[in-house]
């Protein structure tokens, strides 16, 4: 825990908070909404992120780009650059379902496909993990995925979450059934982890 001694080290926190050792996590732009729903239309990626394939509209991707991103509520959305010089926008990443009694929260992230396994996605995991538990003060967050998803699996047992069940033949893709991967990690195993 970071104890505030004057307004430099709460700016420190603040600054530190949402950056990794590749990427930053920081407020949507307004430009950068049109880039950021292209990728939630994207029909391929949406296999691995949902249920179906029905990429949403423009319109109301952008919409919501944007609620994910406003920060008010028991949702908070970020964008992902990188630390590059220029920054790239690489994705976006959200917690959501954000519930104080309980604290708990589920999450979800999604990188442009020109950007994955770049190491951005774990980088983003791990910072947007570190948020939730210092800054939101949560005690679980969890997330579904497809067992398909090894690189997306990879990327979440690194930022410290463990598969914790399956529902089974939950989702049809062309004929074929696949499971939804639970998984979870827990305020403890984060700093047991020396995150």
């Known amino acids: 825990m970071t104890e505030f001694t004057d307004v430099a080290s709460a700016f420190a926190y603040g600054d530190s908070l949402l950056t ?9 732009r307004e430009d950068e909404v049109a880039t950021l729903a292209r990728w939630e239309m994207d029909a391929g990626r949406s296999v691995t992120l949902s249920d179906r394939v029905a990429p949403p509209s423009e319109a109301a991707a952008k919409e919501l780009i944007a609620k994910w991103s406003v920060n008010d509520g028991d949702t908070v959305g970020f964008a992902i650059e990188t630390l590059d010089e220029p920054p790239v926008l690489v994705g976006h990443v959200f917690m959501f379902g954000i519930r104080a009694k309980d604290r708990n929260a589920a999450l979800g992230i999604a990188l442009g ?23 939101l003060g949560l005690h679980r967050i969890s997330l579904s995925v497809s067992p398909f998803n090894q690189a997306g699996i990879r990327a979440y047992e690194k930022a410290g979450f463990t598969e914790e069940g399956r529902r089974r033949e939950k989702v049809l893709h062309d004929g074929r059934w696949y499971d939804e991967v639970l998984m979870s990690v827990l305020e403890q195993e984060w700093a047991g982890a020396g995150a």
């Open 20 to 28: 990794g050792e590749r990427v930053r996590l920081r407020g949507v």
């Open 113 to 135: 496909r020109e950007h994955l396994g770049r190491g951005y996605g774990t980088d983003a995991m791990r910072v947007i993990v570190g948020y939730g538990f210092r800054e």
